[in-house]
C-alpha cells in the first residue's frame, strides 16, 4: 500500500496515456470486479480521474490487492504499452519452469484499448452480372454490422457491388494502411465457392487474395494484432422456398424448380471452407460447412449476420471474448430451420456456421468509454 501512495502521481501521469487499458487488465486479473471495471468506466470520467479512482480502490482492498496490483505493473506486455514502468518496476524475470509458473487455463487478451479500435471493412455486392443472381436482404446485414460495430469503436468503410479486381484493391489497400488501432476486421458478404468469392462480374477472389495480404510480413503494422474475418458467402445458383428465406448457395442437381410467384428463391452452400493462412492472430468465421445450407432472409437479413450482431450486442458488455460469442451464434444459427422442396419433396433444410482460429490469445471486443 505504501508502494503505490508513493507512487501515486507517477502512476497517474503514466497509465492515463490509455487509461482502457489499464483497466482491462485489471479486471481480467481478478483485481477489480466486473461491477467496478464498469463503475471506473464512467463517461464522464478524464482518462487522469479513472487511474486515480482505480488507484484509490486497489488501496481500498488491502495489503494482498496492493501486491497483485504492484505484480501486474511489473508483466511484458503492460510494459511494452508502458515503457516508463521498467524504470519504478523491475520485468519479471523469465519462469525457469513454465509449465509451473503459468497455469494451463490462463490465457491472455489482446489489447483493446485504442480508439478508433481499429478498421472494420465491410464489402456487401449485392448486385451480380448474370448467371449470378441478385443477394435480397443484404443491405440489412450490411446495417447490421454498421451499427455494431460502430458503437464497438471501429472506423467503418464500406464498399457495395466490387469487381473481383475491384475487392482484391480493397484488401491490398488497407493491408498496406499503417494500422494504429488494436484490431482489424473485416466482413464480406457475397456468393462465394471453394476457392473464395465471387466479385459481381463472376471472377473468383480467392483465400490467398483474402488473407495473403494480411499475413505479417505483408502487413507489419498488424503483426501480433487481431485480424477477424466474417464471410456470408453463397454460390449464387436459385430454387425455391414456401417463406421469404433464401440460402447463400446451391447443388443444383438435388433441386428440382418450382413456380417463382409461388415461392421465393433460395440458395445453397454446401462447399468446403476455405483455407485460411497458418500465421497466428487471424479469426475466421463463415456462415456455413460443407454438407449445410446458409440463408439469407429476403427482408430481415441473413442468419449468420443477423445472430453475430445480436450476440455481440449481447456479450461484449460482459468481456465475453469471440469464441464464446460464435459458440453462440453457432447454437442459435444451427437451431433455426427452413422447408425446402429437393426432388418434388420437403425437408428440413439446417445450416452450421464454422469458425477457423489461430487467434493467440483471447480477443473480446471491449465497448468503448
Not at 77 to 100: C, I, R
Request: charged share 30%; with cysteine.
Amino acid at each position: 500500500m505504501e508502494t503505490l501512495r508513493k507512487k501515486k502521481v507517477f502512476l497517474i501521469d503514466t497509465l492515463s496515456a490509455d487509461s482502457s487499458y489499464v483497466l482491462q487488465f485489471a479486471q481480467q486479473n481478478k483485481i477489480i470486479t466486473d461491477r467496478e471495471y464498469r463503475n471506473l468506466k464512467h463517461p464522464n470520467y478524464t482518462q487522469e480521474k479513472i487511474v486515480t479512482e482505480l488507484l484509490d480502490t486497489v488501496r481500498g482492498k488491502g495489503e494482498g490487492k496492493c501486491l497483485d496490483f504492484l505484480d501486474l505493473l511489473k508483466c511484458e506486455q503492460l510494459q511494452e504499452t508502458f515503457p516508463e514502468l521498467k524504470e519504478h518496476f523491475s520485468p519479471v524475470p523469465p519462469a525457469l519452469n513454465q509449465d509451473n509458473e503459468v497455469p494451463v487455463n490462463e490465457i491472455s487478451e489482446y489489447k483493446m484499448s485504442s480508439l478508433p479500435r481499429g478498421f472494420c471493412v465491410i464489402i456487401n455486392n449485392m448486385t451480380f452480372d448474370p448467371p449470378l443472381k441478385n443477394r435480397k436482404g443484404s443491405d440489412t446485414d450490411e446495417e447490421s454490422l454498421k451499427d455494431v460495430f460502430s458503437w464497438l469503436g471501429f472506423t467503418l468503410e464500406v464498399h457495395r457491388n466490387q469487381t473481383a479486381e475491384q475487392l482484391r484493391a480493397i484488401l491490398k489497400k488497407f493491408s498496406q494502411e499503417t494500422h494504429l488501432g488494436d484490431c482489424f476486421v473485416c466482413c464480406i458478404l457475397s456468393h462465394g465457392c471453394a476457392e473464395g468469392v465471387y466479385g459481381t462480374d463472376g471472377g473468383v477472389v480467392s483465400s490467398e487474395d483474402i488473407f495473403g495480404p494480411f499475413r505479417g510480413l505483408c502487413c507489419p503494422s498488424l503483426a501480433k494484432k487481431p485480424k477477424a474475418f466474417f464471410i456470408q458467402a453463397c454460390r449464387g445458383k436459385d430454387f425455391q422456398l414456401p417463406v421469404q428465406v433464401e440460402a447463400d448457395s446451391v447443388e443444383m442437381d438435388e433441386i428440382e424448380d418450382e413456380d417463382e410467384e409461388e415461392f421465393d428463391e433460395i440458395e445453397i452452400d454446401a462447399d468446403p471452407m476455405m483455407t485460411i493462412p497458418n500465421d497466428g492472430d487471424f479469426f475466421v468465421a463463415r456462415s456455413t460447412v460443407k454438407g449445410f445450407f446458409s440463408f439469407r432472409d429476403t427482408m430481415l437479413g441473413s442468419w449468420f449476420i443477423q445472430s453475430l450482431c445480436e450476440q455481440l450486442k449481447k456479450f461484449c458488455p460482459r468481456g465475453e471474448d469471440i469464441q464464446h460469442i460464435l459458440t453462440c451464434v453457432n447454437q442459435e444459427v444451427s437451431g433455426k430451420a427452413a422447408r425446402v422442396i429437393i426432388k418434388h419433396k420437403f425437408v428440413t433444410a439446417k445450416q452450421m456456421p464454422v469458425q477457423k482460429v489461430t487467434l493467440l490469445k483471447k480477443l473480446v471486443f471491449r465497448v468503448p468509454i
